[in-house]
């Protein structure tokens, strides 16, 4: 609402309302506040914040005699959208422009001006008086003003809110920039996460190495009090291992899984404001937890928990799909690990099986191939050769005669 008006009759003193300047709130990280000093450095008018509701003023930018608001105004204060300017006979203007909210308040900004030199008013003395400035003061006040007409005012006070509104969404996207960097970032080192994983899925890696990695990089991307991994064995045993800084021992974590595990499933498992609830009391060191199942095919064999992020809304999506995601590699690596000491047993079963046949056909040598394998497996192994080596040793003592098998049998049994 944008107008330049006149009002002809003159208010009495029963329409006005006083503040005490004592009660002005200085609120110095306030959006309004930078704006109200935004307004008054590009127009040089005076300026104060207004609660519309209560009409207690807020803020001011220099002091002024005036610190009290006709009725006739308030009415509109509380529609003031755009620029407004309004002007007294008595040549004193009045003029508000809206502002973001002060928390709950809403509030605009408002100020007075004179229209002419010789202008005065009721509303200035009045507000004079009840300051208790002598006459000299409000005389030097009147001075001190430069006349400036309704028109002028109302297009100076367009510009510059138009200026401050262009600044502000300046300011608000270059916020938004930077916070979609540093989304842009966070990515980034998760999908380097995630790649560097993958790429780490070879069988010659195992899978404390894999942990390591994990736990080594996942608080650099979420800033919480601590993470730590669990992964089961086929007996029943548990590989933990955690970061520096986790607030539950391993026997605490074990206890908080057995807690959840039977209604968690196979999906993650997300409690934000955890203290101060039924389930918080019988961990009184966790505000926020995740669990995220780690699973083989529809078995679970383990488990990832990150707890206490150090964010007012706790865990989001963003986190629970990186944790998931890195579950899933691990219960990929551990699935493929199961499979290749299955086909090794397989192998192995399968040497066996040349061996026995070979036994049978050569009862004199029987057990001749194990004990081959077995004496150059510990040669190996007194040599400190490496596993991958050894296993390859004692497969060949095994096979060293299978030749034999292809031997006829009169040839293998003479006794000359």
Known sequence: MSASIFIDDLLDNEDFEQFDSSSTLILKADPARARLLELAKLTSLPFFIVDVDTFEILEHTEIMPLQMIPEKIKRHLKRVNSVWVVEQTTGLIYYAVPMPKMGERRVVAMGCALSRADARSNDITISAAQMNWSQKQ?????????????????????????????????????????????????????????????????????????????????????????CAIRIDDSYG????????????????????????????????????????????????????????????GTRRIGWIMDCNIQRDEGYRTVEVSLLSSVASILGTHRCNLDLYVQNEELLISFVHSLVSTLDAKDPYTRGHSERVARFARRIGQQMHLPLDDLQDIYLAGLLHDIGKVGVDDRILRKKE
């Open 237 to 296: 045993e548990a590989m933990y291992m955690s970061t520096d800084h986790m607030p539950l021992e391993r026997s605490e974590v074990s206890g908080l899984i057995a807690r959840f595990e039977e209604q968690i499933g196979t999906r993650p498992f997300v409690k934000n404001e955890l203290a101060g609830t039924l389930r918080g009391v019988d961990f009184p060191k966790l505000s926020s937890l995740v669990l995220v199942p780690i699973t083989e």
């Open 138 to 226: 409000l005389n030097d006040w009147y001075c001190s003003q430069t006349p400036i007409n309704a028109p002028w005012v109302e297009k100076l006070l367009k510009l510059a809110y138009d200026r401050v509104e262009t600044n502000s969404q300046t300011e608000l996207l270059s916020n938004e920039i930077d916070e979609l960097g540093c989304q842009v970032d966070q990515t980034l080192a998760e999908i380097n996460l995630l790649h560097t994983l993958t790429g780490s899925l070879q069988l010659s890696r195992s899978t404390e190495e894999l942990v390591e990695l994990c736990l080594e990089r996942i608080p650099a991307l979420i800033n919480s009090d601590g």
